[in-house]
């Protein structure tokens, strides 16, 4: 069987184990099948996220100008404390970042190799924590808007890393005894003055449970520097595709790229 199309980021479902579907140009490929299963991965090319335009992806499945013009690829995106369309302010597009950002977000703690803290969207829970590999996660805020959630998590980053470790994660070791539950409680006490009214411990944990299990060796390779790849599928853990031997290949941060998929 053979594929071809634009990579965008793996869909899931939130299933035992979870289930992946590469997403080549809107052509879902169900990945847990594949398992198992020799795949052979060619780079052809590169088609913008944004504009379609075959250029090369500067960064999140931007070319270089959408990367500095598109509300999608916005400061706001990385750091939500910059946060301005509750003001009415607009960095790129008002109506397109109202709509992203004037809705409830979510705070939350998630352990992917180490306890970090996060900011997303309501309705991309619990997408986001599996797009981050979390092996648990849990909200610590519901805000009502980008800005407060960002607020949030600034005073958070300075007693907790805000980035997965992506090793770590993929290392897939983690504390039996951690308690996320009764470390949310401990952290309470860091958030803002004004935004302690967000707090909240309405919701229980949430295990994730991955087709995937640790290599003893771990290493990523991108499709810039080996085009061409070919392996047997292991598993899949966060937006990592496994292959044996310990190869990696990160799905989200490939983005953009055109590609011919053979199994």
Same mark, same amino acid.
């Given at each position: 069987?053979?594929?071809?199309?634009?990579?965008?980021?793996?869909?899931?479902?939130? /299933?035992?184990?979870?289930?992946?579907?590469?997403?080549?140009?809107?052509?879902?490929?169900?990945?847990?099948?594949?398992?198992?299963?020799?795949?052979?991965?060619?780079?052809?090319?590169?088609?913008?996220v944004?504009?379609?335009?075959?250029?090369?992806?500067?960064?999140?499945?931007?070319?270089?100008?959408?990367?500095?013009?598109?509300?999608?690829?916005s400061?706001?995106?990385? =750091?939500?404390?910059?946060?301005? /369309?509750?003001?009415?302010?607009?960095?790129?597009?008002?109506?397109?970042?109202?709509?992203?950002?004037?809705?409830?977000?979510?705070?939350?703690?998630?352990?992917?190799?180490?306890?970090?803290?996060?900011?997303?969207?309501d309705?991309?829970?619990?997408t986001?924590?599996?797009d981050?590999?979390?092996?648990?996660?849990?909200?610590?805020?519901?805000?009502?808007?980008?800005?407060? /959630?960002?607020?949030?998590?600034?005073?958070?980053?300075?007693?907790?890393?805000?980035?997965?470790?992506?090793?770590?994660?993929?290392?897939?070791?983690?504390?039996?005894?951690?308690?996320?539950a009764?470390? =949310?409680?401990?952290?309470?006490?860091?958030f803002?003055?004004?935004?302690?009214?967000f707090?909240?411990?309405?919701?229980?944990?949430?295990?994730?449970?991955?087709?995937?299990? /640790?290599?003893?060796?771990?290493?990523?390779?991108?499709?810039?520097?080996?085009?061409?790849?070919?392996?047997?599928?292991?598993?899949?853990?966060?937006?990592?595709?496994?292959?044996?031997?310990?190869?990696?290949?990160?799905?989200?941060?490939?983005?953009?790229?055109?590609?011919?998929?053979t199994?």
């Amino acid at each position: 069987m053979q594929f071809s199309g634009q990579i965008l980021k793996m869909a899931t479902q939130n /299933a035992k184990p979870i289930q992946y579907f590469l997403n080549l140009s809107d052509d879902l490929i169900n990945m847990n099948q594949l398992i198992g299963k020799n795949i052979r991965i060619k780079h052809t090319g590169y088609e913008c996220v944004n504009c379609g335009k075959d250029e090369k992806v500067y960064r999140m499945g931007f070319c270089k100008k959408c990367f500095f013009e598109s509300p999608y690829a916005s400061d706001t995106i990385i =750091r939500p404390e910059l946060s301005t /369309a509750h003001l009415g302010i607009g960095e790129r597009d008002l109506e397109i970042e109202k709509s992203i950002q004037l809705q409830p977000h979510i705070v939350y703690l998630a352990y992917t190799g180490d306890v970090k803290v996060g900011v997303t969207r309501d309705t991309q829970i619990p997408t986001r924590w599996i797009d981050q590999g979390a092996t648990f996660a849990l909200p610590i805020a519901i805000t009502e808007n980008r800005y407060e /959630a960002g607020m949030i998590e600034v005073a958070m980053k300075e007693h907790l890393a805000d980035k997965t470790n992506w090793k770590k994660m993929l290392e897939d070791d983690f504390e039996d005894d951690l308690d996320l539950a009764d470390f =949310r409680e401990k952290i309470k006490n860091y958030f803002p003055e004004n935004f302690k009214n967000f707090y909240t411990k309405d919701h229980t944990m949430v295990r994730l449970d991955y087709p995937y299990e /640790a290599p003893e060796k771990i290493t990523s390779f991108t499709l810039d520097k080996m085009p061409e790849f070919e392996g047997v599928l292991n598993g899949i853990k966060g937006q990592y595709l496994s292959f044996e031997g310990g190869s990696f290949l990160n799905v989200r941060a490939h983005e953009g790229y055109v590609v011919e998929l053979t199994v």
